[in-house]
């Protein structure tokens, strides 16, 4: 071999092994394939794969975490063309895995979303049953602010839900259905009564002897209906005409003391007649409360200690006008339109008899409601 020969030999040698070299440098993991997982990585966070696949998203970020080790410890190794590269394959299996997890997440997100999403639509609807329920019954102010926190809570609920914060909208849902469940478990104790078929029958027996009265004396007399809102008006025993009233700001209840919003339940008479001026509202008819009956009542619950022990019995109960909702919810009187209190002032003399009691009948409005709210709390 010639000297020519042998360098062109050597020269060759080395061009192959510089390309092989070359080659070699060149075998990293490719930028596409980390930019893939990355994207994964992103849309599990996103997903809150955390929360909705804990375990699985554990295994792949412990996985991810040990193959990008990898990659920054070796990025200067070289490899020959034809030896495999495991980093490649490896970060092949973190993407599968990964798309395998954001898959199980996201499923159980939206099981988890369409759980709560049919709990608080349910809580709504029973929400909606509770407010109409109460507004009927003139029963909100028996319990404070409960109706308004429950109210805020069912918001809130719907506020944790849109914005995916399921656990949290479940929290505050389960809050806002134990707060309506103690408020109908009062409105049951306080008023209850006006399912007692006892309580009914008396108050029905109350009403015959005032129609009764009025036909055998040929007079008028006055009926008023707290469950139905009504007051009527009997001439010679016979229904003249009817109206619709509003009642004081607890006045559903039993009347207990001064103060306490109710109306009372009871026979009473007009004692006067209070017209224009006499009378802070448009026009008036005072009844004899408290009569014999009230006091009684008045100091058993006063000796029982069912009532504060510095609570006064009260007075100055009406049947009035008056156009101002406000005034009337502050006291326990029973108000009419001023038109209504006008016909009746005329229609009716000083000493006329005035029945108030709760009901008439057993499925009065009051009773009607507590069962739909008390199936729904069974609901």
Known sequence: MTMRSDRRLRFWAAWLFLMLGLSACVQKAPPELLQAVETVDRQLVEAQGAEFAPEEY???????????????????????????NQLVADLHKVQEQGERVASAAAQRREAE????????????ERLRLFTTSIDEMGSRVVLGQRPIETELLVKQARAFLEQGSFSRSVHAAQKASELMDEQIDRLSKELGY???????????????????????????????SKADRRLTLYRNGRQIVSYPVELGFNGILEKRYQGDGATPEGQYRVIRKRDHGQTKFYRALLLDYPNRGDRR??????????????????????????????????????????????????????????????????ANSVSVALTGLEQSERG
């Open 297 to 362: 009542r008045f100091q058993r619950a006063r000796v029982a200690g069912a009532i504060p022990a510095s609570a006064m019995i009260g007075g100055q109960i009406e049947i009035h006008g008056g156009n101002d909702r406000t005034l009337s919810q502050t006291l326990g009187c029973i108000m009419l339109d001023n038109h209504q209190i006008d016909a009746l002032f005329e229609a009716i003399d000083e000493g006329t008899p005035v029945t108030i009691v709760g009901a008439v009948n057993v």
């Open 194 to 224: 006006y399912a007692d078929e006892r309580r009914v029958g008396a108050w029905r027996q109350m009403v015959r002897r005032t129609v009764e009265w009025s036909r055998m004396h040929q007079r008028t007399a006055i009926v008023v």
């Open 58 to 84: 554990a295994k792949f970020v412990e996985h991810w975490v040990a193959v990008k080790g990898r990659i920054l410890s070796e990025q200067d190794v070289i490899r020959w063309p034809w030896e495999t």
């Open 113 to 124: 979303r369409r759980s709560a999403e049919s709990r608080l639509v349910s809580l709504e």
